[in-house]
């Protein structure tokens, strides 16, 4: 396996520790852990608004790249979109199993709004219809950028790309999201 020639020298060293962790070498995943703990436990506490959950997230990723590391090929992507793929798959097992304990409910109350808008409802559906069309590239820093609530800088460095490259694809891709939700008939064109 030839690792990239591109990326910065930083995703390169990446790659290679998670080769070296593929072929059974403990200090790589630890230099693994030690980079990429601080990035994993904040999108930890955004994604799952748990402290406890967020240190069980690092915990469990780590442990899947110690058990995954073999599936890992440079040539389809960096070790930190690979990370951070698995980061997703784990705060959505750890959300379903939250989601299945039993939580007390409280009253709602008289000045909050109805728990189910279909007008609100029906547009998040469209805009997430219209996100998924654009480029993975695009459809992904948007999301980090206005669903998960981080700053450019947080993306630049959760996904290992430069700063600029972040801000163009930002750029773009909320004019492609726009021209598709014109196109869908939900926003008006001269916006």
Do not use: C
Not at 4 to 14: F, K, L, P, V, Y
Not at 52 to 65: D, G, K, M, S, Y
């Amino acid at each position: 396996m030839v690792l990239r020639t591109g990326g910065t020298a930083r995703q390169r060293d990446e790659d290679a520790l998670v080769l070296a962790v593929a072929r059974g070498d403990a200090d790589a995943l630890r230099q693994l852990y030690r980079a990429f703990e601080r990035p994993l436990y904040t999108l930890g506490v955004r994604w799952l608004a748990d402290p406890h959950l967020a240190e069980e997230l690092v915990q469990e990723v780590t442990l899947r790249i110690w058990r995954r590391a073999r599936n890992f090929d440079p040539e389809r992507g960096a070790a930190g979109s690979w990370i951070f793929g698995i980061a997703r798959n784990v705060a959505a097992d750890l959300a379903r199993a939250r989601a299945r304990a039993p939580v007390p409910l409280e009253e709602p109350r008289r000045d909050e709004p109805a728990p189910w808008d279909e007008e609100t409802a029906w547009e998040g559906w469209q805009v997430a219809r219209a996100l998924r069309r654009l480029p993975p590239a695009q459809s992904e820093v948007i999301t980090l950028a206005y669903v998960e609530q981080m700053t450019q800088s947080e993306i630049a460095r959760t996904l290992g790309i430069p700063l600029g490259t972040v801000k163009t694809r930002l750029y773009h891709g909320l004019r492609r999201l726009r021209d598709e939700l014109a196109d869908m008939g939900i926003l008006d064109e001269r916006l």
